[in-house]
């Protein structure tokens, strides 16, 4: 099984441009996220779907938007990129939002804007 | 406010010297930590959950141990395969998400 699978690995943007990373999970998952991770600033959560047809902002969610397309994608959508976008993105989903069940990473998007 | 704190930022160990890495938090109802390490250029790869204090759980060299202010992740005889960030997360209330600790980057030498 390949997890959650992130693309692209590596994107660098000019400000203003737009973008959107895509996600995709293999394990029949019901929640799915979005994080950026900054040096300093830990894993900050963008969005969460709870389930499919369901997105929720999280901490960050300015700059953002998200599309959860089916069960199984969730894409991030950055309408008009910035510098204080240059980050690492990760996507995860669990089988929910209940007591105790984890969530499995994507490997990332090091995304950089100039 | 709800936190998680992860202490120390960074530690270097020598090859087979064990140590132990702390999660603090303080929260309302904590319903799960999680322990995950992240290698470079990867995404977290989830270890352990703890439900309640006094649990515990081990996976080969660690081993995972919660209490009602910290968890610990214990590292015995560690190898430089061992070498990575571990993260703390907790869920609590009836919150969704997670509070994430910034890690402690563990360096194991040969």
């Known amino acids: 099984n390949a997890g959650v699978t992130q693309t692209p690995k590596f994107q660098v943007l000019k400000t203003g441009q737009s973008m959107t990373l895509q996600c995709a999970q293999d394990?029949?998952?019901?929640?799915m996220y979005w994080y950026r991770q900054d040096p300093g600033m830990g894993l900050r959560l963008i969005y969460y779907?709870?389930?499919?047809?369901?997105?929720d902002k999280g901490e960050v969610p300015n700059g953002y938007n998200v599309s959860r397309l089916n069960k199984r994608e969730f894409s991030l959508r950055l309408e008009s990129a910035a510098p204080s976008q240059t980050s690492v993105y990760f996507c995860a989903s669990s089988e929910g939002t209940g007591k105790g069940q984890p969530q499995h990473f994507g490997d990332g998007t090091r995304l950089s804007i100039l | 406010e709800d936190q998680v704190t992860q202490s120390p930022e960074a530690l270097r160990l020598q090859e087979g010297e064990s140590s132990s890495l702390n999660c603090s938090y303080t929260v309302s109802g904590l319903r799960g930590l999680f322990w995950y390490r992240q290698d470079p250029g990867k995404g977290p790869e989830f270890l352990f959950t703890?439900?309640?204090?006094?649990e515990e759980k081990e996976k080969e060299r660690l081993k995972a141990t919660l209490t009602k202010k910290e968890s610990f992740l214990h590292i015995t005889a560690p190898k430089p395969e061992d070498s990575a960030t571990y993260l703390c997360a907790v869920q609590a209330g009836n919150n969704r998400k997670l509070i994430w600790g910034l890690g402690t980057s563990l360096a194991v030498n040969p």
């Open positions: 394990m029949n998952h019901n929640s």
């Open positions: 779907s709870a389930s499919e047809g369901t997105t």
């Open positions: 703890l439900y309640s204090a006094g």
